[in-house]
């Protein structure tokens, strides 16, 4: 029986840092080509063709079939070897640029793989000396690419210039290029000048920034495409909504990787969660068209009670303001945009601060799939423009995903309130409680994920950790280790889980609350905690976080990691039920007896309890809520559709006359509210 296989690795001395190496794999012809940076540790099989956008001249090998390739640096091979495809941790560092060294005891003398001998064997691939690890720090201090070394797979705009998507917007079934004032838009990626001076964020482009003018411009056109309830849209077959709905996310598909490299580059999402949040959100699209069809379905029968026959469906409200926020720019606003608009509602789409430009691709598939005025998008100052749609009284609802303090001036600037249906998702500051049973290995890896997921960037993260103080020190030293093993570095980076954060100034805020911890008798415990380079910022650990330090109460948004510890578990529920929200919280326990009176009190300060896992959203078909003022109204592929609606209904006596015109209308189809259609 052939050896386990041992990882590849090539070690390389005196290379510049930032350094592109031209780099392929090949199988007689060239099968991947692709330019790599050396200081990432990118394993090499994450450079395949599709995530790379490479040169391909021929067929990929099939799984178990051995292919003999090659490393290459800029065309002079460095090392032959043999590999198999089904096997694809071969090879744990890619080639950097100079000082070769091969270790020939380890790796053999003729640096052949031996044979397998089954399936279940891996192929033995020849060892070399791993090459030294970089120190993290310096890895932070050198982080930001050089302008020749940025992987034009990983490319925004061609030729590494701008992308002029950010100017247009979406009025009245038009895409136009706005003529006012525009703001650029700043990449959270710096881009260093070839000599290594510091470039400063890459401009990626302008946005328009429309005044209130023409923002009130986009509510006439959705007021004119209600048309008090008379417009095609509002009166349209649900059947028909559902055609043109399923026609636009076929169109949107098509913009997946530009959105995606949009996503990188602007918020610097890693490749792979821009990837998950596009497809995501085509998925609640599905999803949402399905639990329409569901709802029509049961929606078309008739009751008869007290001599009263009567159909019940649910109707739209008229037009609808959404408003998304810049950490799910897409997929955040589309939860509140779809639903609006499958239900029947024109809908205004007011852009976030970050994330504006992904929406560019977006426009001519909107304004192709439906009519003039139904959907309208734009981009400009929220105090502006939303404040000019609301005080301007022809909204029906709003959707708005954000702070409560913004969503408090909104909703008063409303004339009538009693007449806007409002869905919000707000503030958010989840626990974890750790219990002394917990299992720690469950508990460390899900409040890793939890806190730290986007940078810590979501309103379902966790935003402070309880652990009870007889494994308190033991728990933070593991978090901590977990914490400073996290993988950094640029968004297209593969692997890649701590990125830049798009918000100016960020690194500096959340280095306030660290010196504010500290002052209460925190400190930081991670090694690697609160080390800086322009955008980026390394998470923090703080232990142990008193009551009065800020960050105990406020809302971080970012990787920064408060720890408390507590001795009796009421004293976390008191914080829970004291703090001004009430969105969601983890609980880690094996002991159910301790868990199911915790249960019984969360379930009445928070919308959900996750046992033994972080605080999410998904899946999209639950509700999502929160109590105090952390929510208003509950989102959920079902609950939107709700929400954007409201239950209106035919009654008539049951008498023979009513009975035959009933009858009537359903046979001559002259209803599109009444009427007995099966969706299929």
């Known amino acids: 029986m052939a050896a386990r296989a041992q990882p590849i690795w090539l070690a390389a001395y005196d290379h510049a840092l930032g350094d592109a190496v031209r780099c392929q794999i090949c199988d007689g012809t060239t099968q991947v080509v692709y330019d790599w940076v050396p200081d990432r540790d990118i394993p090499a099989h994450q ?84 090459a030294p690890v970089a120190d993290p720090a310096a890895r932070i201090a050198a982080l930001f690419p050089r302008q020749g070394a940025v992987p034009p797979e990983a490319e925004f705009a061609r030729g590494g210039g701008v992308y002029d998507g950010g100017v247009r917007y979406l009025v009245g079934g038009e895409v136009r290029t706005w003529g006012g004032p525009t703001e650029p838009v700043h990449s959270v990626v710096c881009v260093d000048g070839d000599d290594g001076s510091d470039g400063g964020r890459r401009l990626m482009g302008p946005a328009a920034r429309l005044d209130a003018a023409a923002a009130l411009e986009c509510l006439g056109a959705a007021v004119r495409a209600w048309d008090r309830g008379c417009g095609p849209w509002p009166t349209m077959r649900v059947a028909e909504r559902i055609e043109r709905v399923i026609h636009f996310v076929k169109q949107m598909k098509r913009t997946r ?58 109707s739209p409200l008229g037009p609808a303001l959404c408003m998304g926020p810049f950490n799910y720019p897409v997929n955040e606003t589309f939860t509140t945009l779809i639903p609006a608009l499958i239900m029947g509602n024109p809908v205004v789409a007011k852009l976030p601060r970050f994330g ?56 008063r600037q409303h004339p009538r309130p009693n007449r806007l249906r409002c869905v919000l998702g707000l503030d958010a500051k989840n626990s974890a409680i750790v219990l002394p049973d917990a299992d720690l290995d469950v508990a460390v890896s899900e409040c890793v994920a939890g806190a730290l997921s986007f940078n810590g960037q979501r309103c379902t993260g966790l935003k402070l950790i309880f652990v009870h103080r007889s494994i308190a020190d033991h728990f933070v030293g593991r978090l901590a280790d977990a914490i400073d093993a996290l993988p950094f570095g640029m968004p297209w980076e593969r692997g890649v889980q701590l990125t830049p954060l798009p918000e100016p100034d960020k690194a500096t805020r959340l280095q306030r609350y660290c010196e504010d911890a500290a002052a209460h008798g925190a400190r930081v415990v991670n090694r690697l905690g609160g080390l800086t380079n322009r955008t980026f910022y390394f998470p923090s650990v703080l232990y142990p976080v008193s009551p009065a330090a800020a960050v105990y109460n406020e809302e971080q948004f970012g990787p920064v990691v408060p720890v408390t510890v507590f001795d009796d578990v009421a004293e976390a529920l008191d914080a829970i039920a004291r703090s001004p929200y009430g969105q969601q919280a983890s609980v880690f326990s094996r002991d159910p007896r301790a868990l199911g009176p915790l249960i019984d009190v969360l379930a009445n300060q928070v919308c959900r309890v996750n046992l033994n896992a972080q605080c999410q959203r998904g899946p999209d078909v639950y509700p999502f809520a929160g109590r105090k003022d952390s929510a208003e109204g509950t989102l959920g592929v079902s609950d939107a559709l709700r929400v954007f609606s409201i239950r209106s209904m035919v009654a008539a006596a049951m008498n023979d006359g009513n009975r035959e015109i009933v009858q009537g209308v359903l046979r001559e189809r002259t209803s599109a509210f009444l009427n007995t259609d099966y969706i299929f």
Request: charged fraction near 25%.
């Open 356 to 411: 504006v430009l992904c929406y560019g691709p977006l426009l001519a598939s909107f304004a192709e799939a439906f009519p003039p005025g139904v959907v309208n998008i734009f981009n400009g100052d929220g105090r502006e423009t939303a404040g000019a749609i609301v005080e301007a009284g022809d909204l029906a609802a709003l959707a708005f995903i954000g702070s409560s303090r913004v969503a408090d001036v909104l909703k």
């Open 257 to 314: 990787e530009e959105v995606v490299r949009l996503l990188m580059w602007e918020i610097g999402k890693t490749r792979a969660d821009a990837e998950k949040e596009f497809d995501r959100t085509v998925a609640y699209v599905y999803d949402t068209v399905e639990a329409l069809k569901d709802a029509d379905r049961q929606a078309s029968r008739f009751s008869t009670v007290s001599g009263i026959l009567a159909q019940i469906r649910r």
């Open 47 to 130: 450079a395949t063709a599709e995530q790379c956008n490479v040169t391909d001249n021929g067929p990929a090998p099939r799984y178990s079939e051995p292919i003999r390739c090659h490393i290459c640096d800029n065309g002079q091979t460095v090392m032959p070897f043999t590999y198999q495809a089904f096997k694809w941790d071969v090879i744990a560092k890619l080639p950097q640029r100079a000082g070769w060294t091969l270790d020939r005891e380890r790796a053999g003398a003729n640096n052949q793989m031996m044979p397998s001998t089954s399936a279940s064997d891996v192929i033995v691939t020849p060892a070399i000396s791993p």
